[in-house]
């Protein structure tokens, strides 16, 4: 879908969520963070449980939009 997106919206930016880190991984961040390599995208983890990286996410979010304009 990331290559359907990039054909309507060439310059449309992406970062990859680890999410629910208060849980037992089954994606080691590791891994979260080569596929952010991969994809020359920003990584954070959040727990939407606990709250613990929302306020990254949401900074990361507003940088990437203001990065567009």
Same mark, same amino acid.
Not at 54 to 57: A, G, H, Q, S, Y
């Given at each position: 879908w990331r290559d359907e997106v990039l054909e309507a919206l060439p310059r449309q930016p992406f970062m990859v969520v680890g999410n629910k880190? !208060?849980? !037992?991984? $089954?994606? $080691? $961040? %590791? &891994?979260?963070r080569k596929a952010a390599a991969y994809f020359? %995208? #920003?990584y954070v983890e959040t727990s939407a449980l606990t709250g613990e990286g929302? #306020? !990254? &996410?949401f900074e990361t979010l507003a940088i990437? %939009?203001?990065?567009?304009g």
């Open positions: 880190i !208060d849980l !037992d991984r $089954s994606v $080691s $961040s %590791a &891994l979260g020359e %995208a #920003p929302v #306020p !990254d &996410l990437l %939009a203001l990065q567009l």
